[in-house]
């Protein structure tokens, strides 16, 4: 997630140091001034996207006074002691504060709740008395918060998907995760709980599809000791286990039929029998689902029950395949490799070539399969630079050679584009659909004809409009070769905002 510098006021060289290698590590620039000449920075204060103040600087509340009550930024409190009188005198003022130690898992929820929040300003935009970001969802900013440090990505889809978590996070209602396998579906469901007022009981994943159909009873209700041969001891399900939590069925769709109709029964009367036990138990778990499978066409086919599908599509949400959203693919990588750090693994680093080709591949494996490569190219280059000649051979027939780093990365200040016209219309465009519009462009057969007089029989404004965009795109894609992040800072847009459109009128990159 890209942000523009941070900015550290600090006067102790041992934090500046660490802040810096933590920072830097994961892709953010920092300017570092102490606490003296912070005032030399004031005129550029409103070009970074936050501030960091360390503890313990000399006239660190005059500072944290003047900062606060000019820039329309947050600023961070980097507390190293219990001094809670200190912190107490200043925190109304700030957006945040931060204890030391300085932790990866401390600081990226605050830098995503940063990103999601931050308001664009100019150098001249000040403000005259201290305050924070104003949020568009205040009631679920610590949600999307949270659900961004499990799901990375900018893209459209993956920014509605976690809107669509936090709205059903802290109901009750059962959730249905699709989408093919390795697209992330348990990391959508631990987030779900971990949003939920459920989150400090237990999260408890159960894959029906791995287990035997004649075991999978007992491991979702458990036995009673001489159940079956080998039932040594009594034991809890995994319903008994998620308790006050979560459980989470993954490949719902692999259920037995015969294991279907004890499930309904579970989720309508919250009460259950363990395997050769006549004791009925109560049950107070949400039911959070997960499927590749269509299934749909399963009931069709008499493989899933229908009233069961009902019961658990409640609130459907659906996993777009990575290759759907391959600008998310560069924030996957920077995450991945930030897990491999964490966990003494090594890492890697990709040239733009490397990364470009891996956005033009299929990923028929989806996010499974990219962690796959990344930990594998760092066991076979460790601590190294890979370039598209290192990728395994399917990679190379995607080649992309000689990129711009700016073609993979376009962080313009346009938050959407629109095309700015007076009311323009043609004559002939009337009664033309916007499929028919659509084609049309994409043969290069129809310019419209731009007027300034509405004729008399009026005109679809919304169509015309359309038909203008698909013809700006399509103009500005053939001046800069196909390449889209050229072409969009033609169109002045970001690149992401642009790939969403050539989705939308369905138009070849």
């Given amino acids: 997630m890209a942000l523009p510098p941070i900015l550290l006021i600090d006067d102790n060289q041992s934090r500046i140091q660490q802040f810096e290698i933590i920072f830097q590590f994961m892709g953010y620039e920092v300017k570092t001034i102490g606490s003296e000449n912070y005032a030399d920075y004031l005129h550029e204060i409103n070009r970074v996207s936050s501030i960091f103040i360390g503890e313990g600087i000399r006239r660190q509340f005059i500072v944290i006074n003047e900062i606060v009550g000019m820039a329309r930024i947050p600023v961070i409190f980097l507390a190293e002691s219990n001094d ?54 205040p009631e679920n900013t610590e949600t999307l918060s949270l659900v961004a440090t499990r799901l990375k990505g900018n893209s459209a889809s993956m920014v509605h998907i976690r809107k669509m978590i936090a709205q059903v996070a802290e109901s009750e209602a059962t ?26 009981k237990p999260f408890v ?17 458990g036995h009673e000791k001489g159940a079956f041969t080998g039932a040594l001891n009594a034991r809890q399900g995994r319903f008994e286990m998620a308790e006050g939590g979560t459980l989470f069925l993954d490949e719902i769709g692999d259920m037995p039929l015969s294991m279907q109709v004890k499930l309904l029964r579970v989720l309508q009367e919250r009460t259950f029998e363990r395997v050769g036990g006549n004791k009925t138990l109560h049950c107070d778990v949400r039911v959070i689902a997960a499927t590749h499978r269509h299934l749909e066409e399963e009931i069709r086919h008499n493989r899933f029950r229908e009233d069961l599908f009902y019961r658990l599509n409640v609130f459907p949400i659906e996993m777009p395949p990575l290759k759907h959203r391959t600008d998310d693919i560069p924030v996957l990588i920077e995450d991945l490799i930030t897990r491999m750090v964490q966990g003494n693994r090594g890492f890697v680093k990709l040239t733009p070539n490397a990364l470009a080709t891996l956005m033009h591949y299929e990923w028929p494996g989806n996010v499974r399969e990219l962690a796959n490569l990344i930990e594998r190219l760092a066991i076979i280059y460790p601590k190294s630079q890979v370039d598209v000649d290192d990728l395994p051979e399917k990679f190379k027939q995607h080649r992309v050679d000689n990129i711009n780093i700016d073609d993979l990365f376009l962080e313009d200040e ?95 990159r």
């Fill in 84 to 137: 809670e009188i200190a912190v107490e005198q200043v925190h109304e003022k700030l957006f945040h504060v931060l204890s030391s130690p300085l932790q990866h898992a401390k600081l990226s929820p605050l830098l995503t709740k940063i990103a999601i929040n931050r308001t664009p300003v100019t150098s001249t935009n000040f403000v005259t008395e201290p305050q924070k970001l104003i949020l568009e969802s």
């Fill in 175 to 200: 959730v249905l995760i699709l989408g093919e396998s390795g697209t992330g579906k348990e990391v959508v469901a631990n987030a779900l709980h971990d949003a939920s007022l459920r989150s400090g």
């Fill in 205 to 221: 994943p159960i894959n029906c599809g791995a287990i035997p159909a004649e075991l999978l009873e007992s491991e979702l209700f």
């Fill in 414 to 508: 346009v938050s959407e584009y629109e095309i700015k016209v007076r009311p323009l219309i043609v004559e002939n465009l009337s009664g033309t659909t916007t499929s028919e519009m659509h084609d049309l462009m994409r043969h290069h057969e129809y310019v419209p004809e731009i007027l300034t007089q509405l004729p008399e029989e009026g005109i679809d404004l919304k169509e015309y409009l359309n038909t203008m965009e698909l013809d700006l795109i399509r103009q500005a894609l053939d001046e800069c070769n196909g390449v889209v992040a050229h072409a969009a800072k033609r169109l002045n847009m970001r690149r992401t905002t642009l790939v969403e459109k050539l989705r939308k009128f369905d138009l070849q």
